[in-house]
C-alpha cells in the first residue's frame, strides 16, 4: 500500500465499524441466553465494543506496518503515518477500554482495547524511531 493513501485507512475503519457494529449492535440478545451466559460472551456476536477494538487494533497494526517498512527503508511521510496511526489507535483503544461495560470475556471488547492500545503505542514509538533517525542523519 502506498503511503499517500494511507490517510483513507481511518476513514475506511471507521465506515467499516459503521457496516460492521450497526446490525451487530441491532440484533444482540437482551437477556442471558441459557445458564452459561450471554451469546454475545460466547462469540456467537459481534458486539460493538468488539468490532470497534477490532478496527483501532487493525488501525493500529496498520500503522506498525508502516512503521517498521520505515524503518527499512527511512520515509519521513511513512514516519508521520505511522504516529499518526499509532496514535489513532491507541486513543480508539483507550476509549473502548473506558466504555467496556464488563471484564474479560463478558463481549464488550476490553481485552481488544487493550491489544488496540499496546499495537497503537508500539507504531507510533516505530514512528518516533524512523523520525530520531532521520533527524540524526540529516
Not at 519521513?76 to 489513532?88: D, E, K, N, P, T
Amino acid at each position: 500500500m502506498s503511503v499517500r493513501y494511507f490517510p483513507l485507512v481511518p476513514v475506511a475503519a471507521l465506515l467499516g465499524l459503521l457496516v460492521i457494529a450497526a446490525p451487530a449492535a441491532a440484533s444482540e440478545p437482551v437477556g442471558p441466553v441459557g445458564p452459561v451466559g450471554s451469546a454475545a460472551a460466547w462469540g456467537g456476536i459481534v458486539t460493538f465494543g468488539r468490532a470497534g477494538t477490532l478496527v483501532a487494533a487493525l488501525v493500529g497494526l496498520a500503522g506498525a506496518a508502516v512503521g517498521g517498512l520505515s524503518l527499512a527503508m527511512p520515509s519521513r511521510a511513512g514516519a508521520f503515518a505511522a504516529l499518526a496511526a499509532g496514535l489513532v489507535s491507541a486513543a480508539l483503544g483507550g476509549l473502548f477500554a473506558y466504555i467496556a461495560e464488563g471484564g474479560p470475556g463478558s463481549g464488550s471488547g476490553v481485552v481488544g482495547a487493550y491489544v488496540a492500545i499496546v499495537v497503537g503505542l508500539v507504531a507510533a514509538v516505530l514512528g518516533c524511531l524512523v523520525l530520531l533517525r532521520a533527524r540524526h542523519t540529516a
